[in-house]
C-alpha cells in the first residue's frame, strides 16, 4: 500500500469493511473490473461462488446493471472537468500586422545549415 495511505488511521480502520456492505454479485464485479487498483491498496480478491442460477443473474441482470452505473457516472465525472480555455482570438490589427510581417516570405521552405 501507498505510504501515504497507510498513514491515514481512518482508512486502515476500515479496510475490507466492503465486503459486509456489498452484496456477493457488487464484489464479483469489483474484482473483475478492478483486480490491479485492489492490489495497489492491499485488497486480496475474495472468493465468490455462484450457482448456475446465481452466474446466470449476474451476467443477465447485476453485470449490465453495473456497467451501465459506472459509463453514466464517468460520463458525469468528465462533464465536471473545467473545458480548456480557447486560445485567444486576433484582432483584425493584429492579424493585419501578422500578414504584412510574413507575406514575403515562402512557404514550405526551410534550409537547414
Given amino acids: 500500500m501507498p ?3 497507510q498513514e491515514n488511521h481512518f482508512l486502515k480502520t476500515f479496510m475490507g469493511e466492503y465486503k459486509f456492505n456489498l452484496s456477493k454479485y457488487e464484489i464479483e464485479f ?7 487498483l485492489m492490489q495497489v491498496y492491499d485488497y486480496a480478491p ?9 452466474r446466470v443473474r449476474y451476467w ?5 446493471r ?10 458525469i465525472q468528465s462533464q465536471k472537468r ?11 490589427q493584429n492579424k493585419l500586422h501578422h500578414q504584412q510581417t510574413h507575406q514575403n516570405e515562402p512557404l514550405g521552405e526551410v534550409k537547414y545549415e
Fill in 66 to 75: 453495473n456497467l451501465g452505473a459506472m459509463l453514466y457516472w464517468l460520463n
Fill in 82 to 92: 473545467p473545458a480548456i480555455p480557447a486560445a485567444p482570438k486576433m484582432s483584425n
Fill in 30 to 36: 469489483i474484482q473483475n473490473l478492478s483486480p490491479d
Fill in 3 to 5: 505510504d501515504y495511505l
Fill in 60 to 64: 443477465g441482470k447485476h453485470l449490465p
Fill in 46 to 54: 475474495t472468493p465468490v461462488q455462484f450457482s448456475i442460477g446465481e
